[in-house]
């Protein structure tokens, strides 16, 4: 009996992570633990422009499978290592919703020390079928946009 409990909990988290305040969709990807957000099974949580680069990403992979594909890091992030704990702890999100629009800004330590290890990530959402989607991610630290990144895949 418990599993079926767990399950249906589990379910309604994910419900609410998409269908409450914007903040639900974007702290999914940084607790309890990171999540890679170029993995399919999330793409469901995602919609244009970035699900192209996703696609692009895709196909770059199934070309050349021995070369780095153009999500090589972690876009959430802006980073490939972290320490868990530390980002935890420090996570602050403030988000700003307009309509069927949203920006939820995510500030954050990659590591206990270091100027370099803070991070202000901006993600851009829009309201889907009644559900907040992730539509791009901006790194305000390092001055980029995931949906405008160059993929190496042929356009063919």
């Known amino acids: 009996m418990k599993p079926i409990v767990l399950a249906a909990a589990m379910s309604m988290a994910f419900d609410a992570a ?5 903040s639900h969709a974007v702290k999914f990807f940084y607790v309890p633990e990171v999540k890679f957000e170029a993995d399919a099974k999330y793409r469901d ?11 692009a990403n895709d196909k770059a992979q199934k070309e050349k499978p021995d070369e780095v ?3 090589d890091f972690d876009p959430g992030l802006d980073a490939q290592d972290f320490d868990q704990k530390t980002l935890s702890k420090t996570l602050k999100l403030t988000e700003t919703v307009n ?3 949203a920006e939820v800004t995510a500030n954050f330590n990659l590591f206990p020390e270091g100027n370099d290890s803070k991070r202000e990530m901006v993600w851009s959402l829009k309201k889907v079928d009644g559900k907040w989607k992730i539509a791009d991610i901006t790194s305000k630290t390092s001055d980029w946009k995931l949906s405008a990144l160059e ?3 042929s356009t063919e």
């Open 18 to 22: 998409l269908a409450g305040p914007a």
């Open 45 to 55: 949580r995602f919609t244009e422009p970035v699900t192209r680069l996703f696609e």
């Open 69 to 71: 594909s153009c999500i």
């Open 99 to 101: 309509g069927d629009t």
């Open 151 to 153: 993929c190496g895949a």
